[in-house]
């Protein structure tokens, strides 16, 4: 069946970086795009980017350019969110969820905590 | 402020209809075909309901529509349930290729 699998759960410190892996199976990964969504505790769903599979060509929220990063590898059916100089506010649930229907990831908790 | 507007919460008795909306308050969504609409219980991964406006995934059952007039989109359920009670997100593409969620509606079935 189609899914996506995410990688676990992260603790870093404010300032380091985090990479999040999300390997899809079931479908052709080029043929859908993937994009990220993050829920800080106690709030609701903000989108960060998409992804591209198959060029690997990407679009981000203006909030996050410069600080997020996504990219793909096509042999191993995985889109990758690089985030860097974490803060504390960066605390949250992180999910890929594959365009236009889904499914979503489990999702992956990453805390910025010193 | 969030380019798309949702009422913080809406209830409603069992059996009864209720609706939320979601008004893009930019341009950059508002004329937008591509409107979807997710339901997150808690601690749940969200669960699509409605995409491209009015369209169903299959396995959605039907009590769930979506309609969309000038800015604002609508999801309506009808025959309300107890299980129907949760968190209900708003997302809109943007001309830039992005999208955005809305903020988010408690729902909550009296």
């Known amino acids: 069946q189609v899914q996506l699998v995410q990688s676990g759960a992260e603790v870093k410190k404010p300032g380091a970086s985090v990479k999040v892996s999300c390997k899809a199976s079931?479908?052709?990964?080029?043929?859908?795009?993937i994009y990220w969504v993050r829920q800080a505790p106690g709030q609701g769903l903000e989108w960060l980017g998409i992804?591209?599979?198959?060029?690997?060509?990407?679009r981000y929220t203006q909030k996050f350019q410069g600080r997020v990063t996504m990219t793909r590898n096509t042999s191993t059916a995985t889109v990758y969110l690089d985030m860097s100089s974490l803060r504390p506010e960066d605390t949250a649930i992180y999910y890929c969820?594959?365009?236009?229907?889904?499914?979503w990831g489990q999702g992956t908790l990453v805390t910025i905590s010193s | 402020q969030s380019a798309l507007t949702q009422p913080a919460s809406v209830s409603g008795s069992p059996g009864q209809s209720i609706t939320i909306s979601c008004t893009a308050t930019?341009?950059?969504?508002?004329?937008?075909?591509?409107v979807s609409w997710y339901q997150q219980h808690p601690g749940k991964v969200p669960r699509l309901l409605i995409y491209?406006?009015?369209n169903r995934p299959s396995g959605v059952s039907d009590r769930f529509s979506g309609s969309k007039s000038g800015n604002t989109a609508s999801l309506t359920i009808s025959g309300l349930l107890p299980e129907d009670e949760a968190d209900y997100y708003c997302?809109?593409?943007?001309?830039?290729?992005?999208?955005?969620f809305g903020p988010g509606t408690a729902v909550t079935v009296l």
């Open positions: 969820a594959r365009e236009p229907l889904g499914p």
């Open positions: 079931g479908y052709t990964f080029s043929s859908y795009a």
């Open positions: 992804i591209n599979p198959g060029s690997g060509g990407t």
């Open positions: 930019i341009s950059d969504v508002a004329d937008s075909k591509y």
């Open positions: 491209e406006v009015s």
């Open positions: 997302k809109s593409n943007t001309i830039g290729g992005t999208s955005v």
